[in-house]
Structures are given as structure tokens and as C-alpha cells.
């Protein structure tokens, strides 16, 4: 048997167990009579038949012509739960974050409520009623070198006591069915390099054609204690002031589609000459207490007195355990971390992109019925 009619074995096999599925929830439906052990398998159906669904659309491709029909059959079976019983997924917004508490950091249900992260929520029936058990964390950025929507996965977390059951399967699936909607194929997942989450993620991804390759994140990670020669740094940051001073209608500018209260006042800061701004180092303060670099704007050539100021000022306020992310945003700001900030982390990470389908042919659940046949 060759490669591709095994692919067309494990669909119709996915479509034998879809049909049976099908008539097992037009059962219980018909019950009507639901009560909790009732709706939980119930529920266990319709999780099991969309699983099924995800499984037929990445077989070949997520992204194929057929790959896509699938991912919307998903979607509606998705809408037909919700307008019967309730929701199997979610949009993660400020209003209903709380929810998946269990399943974000405070730091990352912080980034949702200010809109810098969207994020999709798992939600299954207990005997508490309905709760969070998963959440995918993303935000969508442009490609640098073509200007293409590129997709870059944040978070990916499922309850433990969820795990195996397909939640993972659906929240990924649920992504994908969405960037149909933004046009784009380009999606990037950021996988820590631990080995207890390696093997996980490898199964999961790969099985959506996901290619992997190794890498060092682009934040680093320096702990106050770790910073020295403060001298040389109250001389870099002798000429910039710290954002607070900064006119509104010019902070206004500067924050972009975040409030103005978004960028910590105290840590932020600005260098100028007159009322033209030369450049801006704009940071944010967590709920975990870590400070978290955002931004930086303005003539490159300003950024060692900008982070000078930051640290300074993080030193005065924060105590010296406390975390700051830095970010490179291009080699030469890579190697100036390196040299000047020689004690910090930067993780290690597994880069899993979703590569575009193979060839330019693509088949139908009939044609490999057809292909089976002969």
C-alpha cells in the first residue's frame, strides 16, 4: 500500500467512526432529558466528533483544498453544539478571562485584557458547571522580509485532567479554521526547549506538518541583582527623562493602540532635542513584577542611553530579584545585550513553523473512496 492510500485509509476510517458518532448524538439528543451524567456525555461526543474532524484535515494538509473543507465542517459542528447546549470553545476576552485562570499565568491573562495577546478558551462541562481547561495564546505580526500576516503561538495549555481527549487537537484546529479568515498559512510556534514538553508538542505539531528547527529566543532575561557599573550607566543616562514628562498629544502618539497608562511612566523613557522626540525605550510592568520591553522607537543610535535610564530606574524602584525582558529586535542589539548584560537566561526554543502544502493537486474523501475502490 502506498503512502497516499494510507492517508486515504486513516480518512475513511476517521469517516466510518464520524457516521457512527453522528448516530450516537442524534440519540442522545433525542432523549431530551439531559441531566448532568447525560450532558457530560453528550458533551464527550461532540468532542470526540470534532476531534475526528481535525484528524481528517490534517491528514493531508490543513491548508489543501480538502484540508480546509474539513477545518469548516469543524467550525459548524462547533456552531451546532453552541446553539443546542453551549460552547466547546471560546474567544479569551477581558470579560471572560477569568474563567481560564487555571490555564494562564497572571502575566498572560494580563496581556489579554489590554489586547496585546488574543487568545481561544477550551471549556468543558463538571459537576461544577462549565469551566476553562485549555487556552492557546496568540498574536498575529507582519513578516519582515514580505510584509506577509504571520500567526506566532504564544501559550498552549491544557488541565491536566483534560489532557488526551483531543482539547490540544481542537485549539489548534480552531486557530487554523481562523487564519482562513486573515488569508495567511504562516504560522509560528515558539516551543520551550524542556524536555518534558518537547516530546508533546512534537506529536502534536508534526501531525499538522509542522517542520521544527532549533533556536535561542529573542528575549533575554536579566535580574537587577546581575547589573553593574552603575557609574558608566548614570553617564549614558544623563540627557533622556522618564515618560511621565512627555507631552500627552506626543505619548498619545507613542502608545499607539494601548491606553496611556499601558507604558509604566517611571521606567519608559524618551530622549529629545526640542520638541522632536530622537528616541523612545517604552516598557511595560506586569502583574508578576517583571518589567517587560515593548518598544523601541526613534535613531538607534540613542538605545544605550534609553536602557541605561530603565535600569537605573528599575534599580531605584524594584528590589533586585526582580526580572526584566529585554528584546532583540536586530543582530546588532543582540550583541550589545551580550556585551554589556554578560549574566542573564535566554531560552533556548524549538521554532515549529506550519510549512504550505506539498504539490499543487489535492483530493476529496470521494476520490479516495474511488481510489480504494480499484
Request: hydrophobic share 40%; glycine share 6%.
Amino acid at each position: 500500500m502506498s503512502y497516499n492510500e494510507m492517508y486515504y485509509q486513516r480518512v475513511l476510517d476517521a469517516e466510518t467512526e464520524m457516521g457512527e458518532l453522528d448516530e450516537a448524538i442524534e440519540e442522545a439528543v433525542s432523549a431530551l432529558a439531559l441531566d448532568a451524567e447525560g450532558r457530560n456525555e453528550l458533551e464527550k461526543l461532540y468532542e470526540r466528533r470534532l476531534y475526528l474532524q481535525y484528524v481528517a484535515a490534517r491528514t493531508f494538509h490543513p491548508f489543501s483544498e480538502f484540508g480546509k473543507l474539513c477545518l469548516n465542517k469543524a467550525k459548524e459542528i462547533t456552531d451546532e453544539y453552541e446553539s443546542e447546549f453551549g460552547l466547546l470553545t471560546t474567544r479569551i476576552t477581558k470579560d471572560n478571562v477569568e474563567r481560564f485562570r487555571g490555564s494562564l499565568t497572571v502575566d498572560l491573562m494580563d496581556d489579554i485584557r489590554t489586547g496585546k495577546y488574543q487568545a481561544i478558551g477550551a471549556l468543558r462541562y463538571d459537576e461544577d458547571g462549565v469551566s476553562g481547561v485549555g487556552a492557546l495564546v496568540y498574536f498575529v505580526d507582519t513578516d519582515r522580509l514580505d510584509d506577509e500576516y504571520i500567526v506566532r503561538v504564544k501559550w498552549l495549555f491544557v488541565k491536566e485532567n483534560f489532557r488526551n481527549r483531543g482539547v490540544a487537537t481542537s485549539l489548534l484546529g480552531g486557530l487554523l479554521g481562523r487564519c482562513q479568515a486573515l488569508e495567511t498559512e504562516n504560522v509560528l510556534f515558539e516551543v520551550p526547549a524542556k524536555k518534558e514538553l518537547i516530546q508533546p508538542y512534537y506529536k502534536l505539531l508534526s501531525d499538522w506538518h509542522f517542520d521544527f528547527e532549533a533556536g535561542l529566543a529573542p528575549q533575554l532575561y536579566l535580574k537587577m541583582k546581575d547589573v553593574e557599573a552603575m557609574d558608566e550607566l548614570w553617564d549614558m543616562a544623563a540627557d533622556v527623562k522618564p515618560l511621565k514628562k512627555l507631552p500627552t498629544d506626543k505619548l498619545n502618539s507613542l502608545s499607539g493602540k494601548f491606553a496611556d497608562d499601558y507604558y509604566d511612566g517611571e521606567l519608559s523613557c524618551y530622549i529629545a532635542k526640542g520638541d522632536t522626540i530622537l528616541g523612545a525605550l517604552l516598557v511595560r510592568r506586569l502583574p508578576s513584577g517583571m518589567i517587560r520591553m515593548e518598544r523601541l522607537v526613534g535613531d538607534s543610535k540613542y538605545v544605550e542611553n534609553l536602557l541605561s535610564f530603565m535600569l537605573i530606574s528599575a534599580k531605584d524602584i524594584c528590589d533586585d530579584d526582580t526580572i526584566v525582558e529585554l528584546f532583540a529586535e536586530s543582530e546588532e542589539l543582540n550583541d550589545y545585550f551580550d556585551a554589556c548584560y554578560t549574566t542573564h537566561l535566554r531560552t533556548l526554543v524549538m521554532l515549529a513553523s506550519l510549512q504550505k502544502p506539498y504539490g499543487i493537486s489535492d483530493t476529496s474523501v470521494v476520490e479516495a473512496v474511488e481510489i480504494l475502490a480499484e
